[in-house]
């Protein structure tokens, strides 16, 4: 299994960015894919959870994001997006996608994308 992140790059204070993450090879269904989220890391900072969705379309976001972030996610594409609007210079980080896949064995697995460098100037 494999997850391309795209769509980071600079930008100003107050604009918007919207990050894809689309998961590619053995996936049976869907459905298999259990979950989708993004983490960032900013500099010199532990990697944090940013936004999460489900299969079933359950959301959840870190506190500091809830107002100006939107995951959402195309089961078709096996693709999760992030929308981020407002972007504030402590939103500059590195975004990495994860999803939790299972396997037809029925074993979980967590795979990460490569990341995407967002960095906000003021």
């Known amino acids: 299994v494999q997850l391309q992140a795209s769509g980071g790059g600079l930008v100003q204070a107050g604009g918007s960015l919207r990050l894809s993450c689309a998961a590619s090879?053995?996936?049976?269904?869907?459905?298999?894919?259990?979950?989708m989220g993004w983490y960032r890391q900013a500099p010199g900072k532990q990697r944090e959870l940013v936004a999460i969705v489900t299969s079933g379309g359950a959301t959840n976001y870190a506190d500091v994001v809830k107002d100006r972030f939107t995951i959402s996610r195309d089961n078709a594409e096996n693709t999760v997006y992030l929308q981020i609007n407002s972007l504030k210079s402590d939103d500059t980080a590195v975004y990495y996608c994860?999803?939790?896949?299972?396997?037809?064995?029925?074993?979980?697995?967590?795979?990460w994308g490569q990341g995407t460098l967002v960095t906000v100037s003021s």
């Open positions: 090879g053995s996936i049976a269904t869907s459905a298999s894919i259990i979950d």
């Open positions: 994860k999803a939790k896949i299972r396997s037809r064995a029925w074993r979980f697995t967590d795979y």
